[in-house]
């Protein structure tokens, strides 16, 4: 009856449908009829509505995947990517605090950042993708491949600045930690400045004389 009534259009009496399966539906038809409602509203453009039945659907399970993917693109589609941004900072909060594996966590935490990172970048909020990469870093400072994307984000948006300034502030805070003058020398590299780069390495191997790949650098 639905799909007859969606056929000719008559929107309204096939939302009275699933209103009324609703209220007499048990648990899993409950859920079932919401996530259709979520196709149907979407199809209509009525995205309050669809956030409405994706915030019911959401309760027992935030972090659902395919749910927090869904909330993301209809945002994406109202233009709304200040919303965007602040769903995907929340999701955030809820990975630090629910019960995942350290592993799991670091997983889904980069996946939020990038997803922030790509609101920021419509917002033409440059600095604020650049802080996500910092964020991203932090957690991975071994990885030379999301090290040399921020570097080339950074330089392309004209503040590479805030990466050296950031590195060599977090450097001189922890001076025993090698992972930042390995970074700063390999970001040192990517600037064509390799005598401060030597330098930068230098300064790591005194830390992790054992790392080959120092020397190598």
Do not use: C
């Not at 080339?152 to 090698?178: Q, V």
Request: proline fraction near 2%; charged fraction near 30%.
């Amino acid at each position: 009856l639905i799909s007859f009534y969606w056929r000719n259009g008559n929107y309204d009496k096939a939302f009275g449908i699933y209103d009324a399966s609703l209220k007499i539906a048990n648990s899993k038809y409950h859920k079932q009829y919401l996530r259709e409602m979520v196709d149907r509203y979407r199809e209509r453009k009525n995205y309050d509505r669809a956030l409405i039945a994706l915030a019911e659907l959401r309760k027992d399970d935030p972090l659902n995947t395919d749910l927090f993917r869904i909330v993301s693109e209809i945002y994406a589609e109202q233009g709304n990517y200040q919303a965007m941004v602040q769903h995907y900072r929340d999701g955030l909060q809820m990975v630090r605090d629910s019960k995942m594996s350290e592993d799991e966590k670091k997983q889904q935490i980069a996946l939020m950042r990038r997803g922030i990172i790509q609101a920021n970048l419509i917002l033409k909020d440059y600095t604020a993708a650049s802080d996500q990469y910092i964020e991203l870093l932090n957690r991975d400072a071994e990885n030379e491949a999301l090290l040399s994307e921020a570097a080339f984000f950074a330089s392309r948006y004209g503040i590479s600045s805030r990466l050296f300034d950031y590195y060599s502030n977090t450097a001189a805070a922890s001076p025993k930690d090698h992972r930042w003058p390995m970074l700063l020398g390999r970001l040192h590299l990517y600037s064509s400045n390799p005598e401060a780069a030597i330098e930068q390495f230098r300064a790591a191997i005194a830390i992790r004389p054992e790392r080959v790949d120092l020397h190598q650098s």
